[in-house]
T-cell receptor, first 109, second 114 residues
Framework: GQNIDQPTEMTATEGAIVQINCTYQTSGFNGLFWYQQHAGEAPTFLSYNVLDGLEEKGRFSSFLSRSKGYSYLLLKELQMKDSASYLCAVLDSNYQLIWGAGTKLIIKP | DADVTQTPRNRITKTGKRIMLECSQTKGHDRMYWYRQDPGLGLRLIYYSFDVKDINKGEISDGYSVSRQAQAKFSLSLESAIPNQTALYFC?????????????FGPGTRLTVL
């Protein structure tokens, strides 16, 4: 079966750095997405990785290792507005998005 | 104006009633999707459509049907609603494959079935 694992919840301090991990087992791989979702709102696109390595976008970076079936989202200089759920999703061989259950990130002052 | 809109935003209905959720988009995307989201379970795909003549079942299509009236419109129907269909429903659109398959979501419809 297809499976994506993320921690259910993480807590971090304002101004700090946090790393959210995602491991996956899917039938094929055509890319990995990270989305941010504030409570009660729609998911919004953060990043896309299809090649191994680190992609940096301002305070957010995303890393991919295809051989390990592993990705992480790195958030720097945390702000209170970063309190949200972060969803990892993999595009499989049929170009279907397989979603993880999401990681709820709580930021404390 | 929002690129992907959903109506209604909230709906309370009774068991056995037929309801329709509507989705419209101005992004010009061919691909449209319907998901439901339940706490702790993540997003689950109900139906998807890659163009007006193409409709496909997703992971959890039982109890649901869809209609793609035009490139811009994709409706989800619950023929006879039941309480375990209480969830947050999202419509999404995407353009193509790879990074262009980035999905853009509507604001969601919160459905409660009593």
């Amino acid at each position: 079966g297809q499976n994506i694992d993320q921690p259910t919840e993480m807590t971090a301090t304002e101004g700090a750095i946090v790393q959210i991990n995602c491991t996956y087992q899917t039938s094929g791989f055509n890319g990995l997405f990270w989305y941010q979702q504030h409570a009660g709102e729609a998911p919004t696109f953060l990043s896309y990785n299809v090649l191994d390595g680190l992609e940096e976008k301002g305070r957010f970076s995303s890393f991919l290792s295809r051989s390990k079936g592993y990705s992480y989202l790195l958030l720097k200089e945390l702000q209170m507005k970063d309190s949200a759920s972060y969803l990892c999703a993999v595009l499989d061989s049929n170009y279907q998005l397989i979603w993880g259950a999401g990681t709820k990130l709580i930021i404390k002052p | 104006d929002a690129d992907v809109t959903q109506t209604p935003r909230n709906r309370i209905t009774k068991t056995g009633k037929r309801i329709m959720l509507e989705c419209s988009q101005t992004k010009g995307h061919d691909r449209m999707y319907w998901y439901r989201q339940d706490p702790g379970l993540g997003l689950r795909l109900i139906y998807y459509s890659f163009d007006v003549k193409d409709i496909n079942k997703g992971e959890i299509s039982d109890g649901y049907s869809v209609s793609r009236q035009a490139q811009a419109k994709f409706s989800l129907s619950l023929e006879s609603a039941i309480p375990n269909q209480t969830a947050l429903y999202f419509c999404a659109t995407s353009e193509g494959q790879g990074e262009t398959d980035t999905q853009y979501f509507g604001p969601g419809t919160r459905l409660t079935v009593l």
